[in-house]
């Protein structure tokens, strides 16, 4: 009996000495089991299997590893942090981890100023080694900034109706890369002629991603203006640039046989008041007292035509026939500034007419004297403005006929310019 029990402990003792052993196995963040056929007193011995569990969030490189004959683990059984790929950054962007690369690290993405985030804000690692999403991009959708002008109400120089108005073109700001490609204006440039009014405009910058942005601003001109003229009755009125601006001009002149009283030109002034006086077309006064014909006709120089109408009586044939014919034309006559005269009779019983205004006969007989007009026969003279013996005729003539030579006269067309311009003429 005993001789059995000394060789049992000679048989573990030689176990004991010749079976291969492998370092125990000690498994940071995670767990190990093993097992061998032989019982759990045989740990770490040859063909000793252990399994590896790893935390969350790591993982093994051998999930069971074996004792081997060399006293070696088959494997390395070591638990190590489970790590996703490292992220791309995402242009014109970029991105924070709450822990790296690493498991359950959430990273959040963010854009550089301008630029705003297409995709998921945020990515989280998983244990598959994945990132829950993918890296989002950073687009331009902002528009580009941009201020207009602000330009106060603009005052016409006197004269003018325009003004040339300046302004600093307005930059526009790209809150993304900064580039911009285009500026488009609507409306007038700076150091333009602007008329009067409100003129509305505009700048428009395109960025390069497509981005626009648009400021608008108005332009306006005001003019100072005078209270308006007209000219006066039986005269006109000729103002230059716009009649009643400041700076304005207005010219009058009366129609023959009238008499200019008041300011023959007036300016509109700063303070928005006409200079000079009002202008009034007064009647011609005509003077029959005068001691010589030569004094009477003076007083039409430049103003009125005459058509002296010579008879030896009332009743002679020719002067009754063209008196009469007159009669019916007396607007044709105004119209042309034509006044007549009669002279009938022969000395000393003659008489002078101006309409119905009687010169004395020493008068009449002056102005046959001084026009070498015959006292027997019938004769008409017609003088322009200017005092000149233009026509004479020995015989009556229509108004037509007459009205058809004072027409032709230099002066008369400048006149019958200025009446189609008032809208001065006879109906009938």
Not at 22 to 31: M, N, S, Y
Not at 75 to 82: D, G, K, L, P, R
Not at 405 to 411: E, N, R, S
Request: with cysteine.
């Amino acid at each position: 009996c005993y001789e059995f029990m000394f060789s049992c402990v000679i048989l573990s003792l030689s176990i004991m000495v010749w079976t291969p052993w492998c370092a125990p196995i000690k498994v940071k963040h995670g767990d190990v089991s093993c097992r061998n056929p032989r019982g759990e007193h045989y740990k770490n011995v040859m063909g000793t299997r252990c399994k590896i569990r790893c935390k969350e969030g790591y993982e093994a490189q051998s999930t069971e590893v074996v004792c081997m004959a060399s006293k070696h683990w088959s494997s390395n059984y070591a638990c190590s942090e489970i790590r996703c790929p490292k992220l791309d950054m995402p242009i014109n962007g970029g991105y924070k981890c709450s822990g790296g690369s690493y498991y359950n690290s959430r990273c959040e993405f963010f854009c550089a100023p301008g630029f705003s985030l297409k995709g998921q804000k945020f990515a989280t690692c998983r244990y598959n080694k994945a990132w829950s999403s993918t890296v989002p991009t950073c687009v331009d959708i902002d528009p580009p900034k941009i201020k207009c002008p602000n330009l106060k109400d603009k005052w016409a120089e006197p004269g003018k109706l325009t003004m040339r108005v300046t302004w600093d073109t307005p930059e526009g700001v790209d809150t993304a890369d900064g580039i911009l490609t285009d500026v488009i204006l609507k409306g007038k440039p700076s150091k333009s002629d602007f008329p009067e009014g409100l003129h509305k405009m505009s700048y428009t910058v395109f960025d390069r991603a497509g981005n626009k942005a648009t400021c608008r601003f108005t332009v306006r001109v005001r003019v100072r203006r005078c209270s308006p003229l007209f000219p006066p009755d039986n005269g006109y009125m000729k103002c230059d640039s716009d009649k009643d601006n400041y700076g304005a001009t207005c010219e009058f002149k009366c129609t023959g046989g009238y008499e200019l009283q008041g300011s023959a030109a007036r300016v509109c002034q700063y303070g928005l008041t006409w200079s000079g006086s009002d202008t009034v077309c007064a009647p011609m006064n005509i003077n029959v007292g005068v001691r010589s014909a030569a004094a009477l006709l003076d007083q039409f120089y430049e103003k009125r035509r005459l058509l002296i109408i010579s008879a030896p009586t009332a009743a002679n044939h020719n002067y009754r026939f063209q008196m009469t014919n007159l009669q019916h034309a007396q607007c044709g006559l105004d119209l042309r500034h034509v006044t007549v005269i009669e002279l009938v009779g022969t000395y000393p019983a003659q008489i002078g007419r101006i309409r119905h205004r009687l010169l004395p006969p020493g008068l009449a007989l002056q102005i046959r004297l001084l026009l070498r007009i015959p006292q027997r026969s019938f004769q008409m003279v017609l003088m322009d403005k200017q005092g000149m013996d233009k026509q004479r005729y020995p015989f009556p003539i229509t108004a037509a006929e007459l009205f058809t030579t004072i027409d032709t006269f230099p002066l008369r067309k400048d006149e019958m310019v200025l009446q189609q311009e008032a809208g001065q003429s006879c109906q009938s």
